[in-house]
């Protein structure tokens, strides 16, 4: 594995024929910072001279750049994410994807997502956006119990989310997401199947669902240290999942990724390229991207980054040229995690073997000629791939 850490460079790209192509731009602007989250994210305290408009000139420059090292490929998909997308308002959201169009060519099906909190969202908001081409709104439910909200530092009112769900579906948006977070501190079983019904009653057609992971350097993090919380085991973790899954199945969801739910055709195509062997460009502070065989990531502050292109340069903080082994090891690690499963011809003669073990064990399937999690496998995913790789 070559590793670059030079600011501003990046060796020559070459995309990989075949695969879809991705845009993600990040979003860094937030009003407060949630306990829990360890994203590159910023106040506007913790801000000195790069405000929105800026941000966004500066990712007007980023694009240009990028468009020419790529010459300027097809995108299949676009996600705006964060932080707080929608922050900017309609009218930036807008101007940015004018700005992606400028540089580079939107497939005619081309997905394109922006993640929003629902505090900052409102019909008209969901209107702009979507005459502006939006097909796709992933919104931040986290919860409707005002308890767990309030461990996790949510400002967003209980009722908020799936009301900002409704409008967007109202206003025309088919594919609408809520993010749900379980195995908060003092959250019980109730309260989790209380979130995951408010979800399904929305009518959305996407539902993402994840552990609550305390990351050191979070407000979270020092509150589960003195002793204030106390994190959930595995145990109830593992239940809190199964609670989920079994909700969702019986509304007519089916799991697609470990964490991922969707109705037939809701799934995101951006993420499933993340997963599947997609290659992708990172816009923004603290984005990363995937091309060919070199993955790299954007310097993290706005002003650091917002400087670098003043000077015509690749706010890229650093790189690494995957090899083989690494490559090999991704692939394994990431489609595992997926509905459609492994492809058997992915693994070498001792993989299969131990992927035999696998299956004695009551964790993997055979489906054909493709290895997929069993619903016990997807609660030990990890350990899954651990012992593949062994």
Known sequence: ????????????????????????????????????????????????????????????????????????????????????????????????????????????DAEITTEANPESTWPEFFEAIRDAGYTRVSLGMQSVVPHVLGVLDRVHTPNRSAAAAREALEIGFEHVSLDLIYGTPGESDDDLLRSVDTAIGTGVDHVSAYALVVEEGTALARRVRQGELTPSDDDVLARRYELVDAQLSAAGMTWYEVSNWSRPGGECRHNLGYWDGGQWWG????????????????????????????????????????????????????????????????????????????????????????????????????????????
């Not at 594995?1 to 991705?22: D, K």
């Not at 917002?306 to 650093?318: S, Y």
């Open 1 to 108: 594995m070559t590793v670059g850490q030079q600011p501003g460079e990046l060796p020559a790209l070459t995309r990989s024929p075949g695969r879809p192509f991705g845009l993600y731009v990040h979003v860094p602007f937030c009003i407060t910072r949630c306990g829990y989250c360890d994203f590159n994210t910023y106040t506007p305290a913790e801000l000195g001279g790069v405000n929105p408009d800026a941000w966004l000139d500066a990712l007007a420059r980023e694009l240009e750049l990028a468009a020419a090292r790529l010459q300027g490929p097809t995108v299949d998909t676009v996600f705006v994410g964060g932080g707080t997308p929608s922050l900017l308002g309609g009218a930036r959201l807008t101007a940015l994807l004018d700005k992606v169009r400028q540089n580079f060519t939107l497939a005619p």
């Open 283 to 390: 816009a923004g502070p603290g984005a990363h991207g995937y091309v060919g065989t070199t993955r790299w990531w954007n310097v993290k502050h706005p002003n650091t980054y917002a400087q670098l292109l003043a000077d015509a340069k690749l706010p890229v903080a650093g790189f690494e040229e995957l090899g083989t082994d690494a490559l090999h090891t991704e692939d394994v690690l990431l489609r595992i995690r997926l509905r459609q499963g492994l492809s058997w011809d992915l693994l070498s003669d001792a993989e299969r073997e131990r992927a035999t073990d696998v299956i004695a064990d009551g964790l993997l399937v055979s489906e054909g000629d493709r290895l997929v999690l069993t619903d016990r496998g997807r609660l030990l995913a990890d350990g899954v791939v651990r012992t593949l790789l062994d």
